[in-house]
């Protein structure tokens, strides 16, 4: 089994020598081979994903993705940033369902900035459609406003679209997903001013017609985001857009006591995938030692689980996260009174010994 490590920008590189540390633990016989990407690969090969990377990824059973971005290559041309290799993967390996799970681990009910018995026991699924919406639409640019408010000034704009197609395979994965747990599924949109956000609530309503035992709703993004912080229980299964999913995922990290604390995967129609933090390079803290590794570490869990058909592998890990939580280890990010303040290196090297 071969896994493409590509630790990226900013915390990256930490955070990932930590899942390594983990992934080497359990003996597997893995082989990882690490590549630059984002920035990192920009100073080295003049580009964000270059081919060798990029190809190093298609061949791979699985891909271990740390975070890309600095705030550095803010002025660089769109096609140069380092966003735009997490863009290009997502796109050329069709990762197009995203999950996030939120799971609030019971040691860190007060790490969450919300009251602890709105988020005790919390664990709930969002799925993020990852290859379409508003980031991949085209047409995108600048230009001269040909018309509106301001006729004749600088404008730019982007495209906000999503076929048919694309809809319901996301849709087919949220049922699917949500039929090996509570059985319902809110579908979070903006139908109510979107044309792309009609379609998707049409569609998703038509193939729940081949779920009948799923229960399904849904939801305007608006209210989505005020009841996630008002009441998150309530939720299950999550499925929506790209862009709402970006941005409702992020808040509902808090609801697991940080960023930090939140996997992902991305994943293929053939069950390839791409597993990392659903946060970002973190430059404020880069170098520092400081950042949580835990969101790393536990999407290489779902990594075992998802592409490599490890399941014991993935639980021992996941087992190991809590018990290391429940020895009150905590990176300042989870830190909170009568806990145990440690660094990266010190969470990651915790996770191996609760693993013995
Ligand atoms: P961010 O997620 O990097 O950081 C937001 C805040 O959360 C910061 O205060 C950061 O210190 C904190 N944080 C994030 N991860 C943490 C961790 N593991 N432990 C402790 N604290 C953590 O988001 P941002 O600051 O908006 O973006 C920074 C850069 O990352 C940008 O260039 C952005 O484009 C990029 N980004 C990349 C990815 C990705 O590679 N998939 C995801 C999100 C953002
Ligand atoms: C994420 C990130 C990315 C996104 C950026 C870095 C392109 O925020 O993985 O959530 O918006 O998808
Ligand atoms: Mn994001």
Wanted: net charge negative; hydrophobic share 40%; with cysteine.
């Amino acid at each position: 089994m071969k896994i493409a490590v590509l630790p990226g920008d900013g915390i990256g590189p930490e955070i990932v020598a930590e899942a390594v540390k983990v992934l080497e633990a359990l003996d597997l016989k893995l082989e990882m081979e690490t590549a630059p990407v984002g920035g990192a690969a920009y100073e080295v090969a003049g580009h964000p994903l270059p081919e060798s990377t990029l190809g190093l990824a298609r061949e791979a059973d699985a891909i271990l993705f740390g975070a890309v971005g600095d705030w550095k290559y803010d002025k660089l041309d769109r096609p140069l940033r380092p966003e735009q290799a997490i863009l290009g993967l997502r796109k050329h390996l069709g990762l197009f369902a995203n999950f996030r799970p939120a799971i609030c681990y019971e040691q860190l009910t007060h790490a969450s900035s919300l009251k602890p018995e709105l988020v005790a026991g919390l664990d709930i699924l969002i799925i993020r459609e990852l290859t379409g919406d508003i980031y991949f639409g085209q047409p995108r640019g600048r230009r001269t406003a040909p018309d509106g408010h301001f006729p004749g000034a600088e404008e730019a704009f982007d495209t906000m679209r999503y076929s048919r197609p694309e809809i319901e395979r996301i849709a087919r994965v949220a049922f699917e997903a949500a039929r090996k747990r509570s059985k319902r599924v809110t579908s979070v949109d903006k139908a109510n001013v979107l044309e792309t956000f009609q379609l998707w609530k049409d569609v998703v309503t038509e193939v729940h017609k081949d779920y009948p035992d799923v229960q399904l709703d849904h939801m305007y993004v608006d209210n989505a985001a005020m009841q996630l912080v008002k009441a998150p229980k309530a939720f299950d299964v999550i499925v929506t857009g790209n862009m709402f999913g970006d941005i409702l995922s992020d808040e509902a990290s808090m609801l697991t006591g940080s960023i930090g604390m939140l996997p992902s995967a991305s994943l293929n129609d053939k069950k390839q995938g791409l597993y990392e933090p659903s946060h970002g390079s973190a430059p404020d803290i880069a170098g520092k030692g400081v950042a949580n590794p835990l969101a790393t570490i536990l999407s290489a869990a779902m990594m075992l689980r998802f592409s490599l058909g490890q399941e014991e592998a993935a639980r021992r890990i996941e087992a190991a996260v809590q018990k290391v939580l429940a020895q009150g280890l905590r990176t300042p990010d989870i830190h909170s009174e009568g806990t145990t303040r440690v660094g990266t290196v010190q969470m990651g090297d915790a996770v191996v010994n609760a693993l013995r």
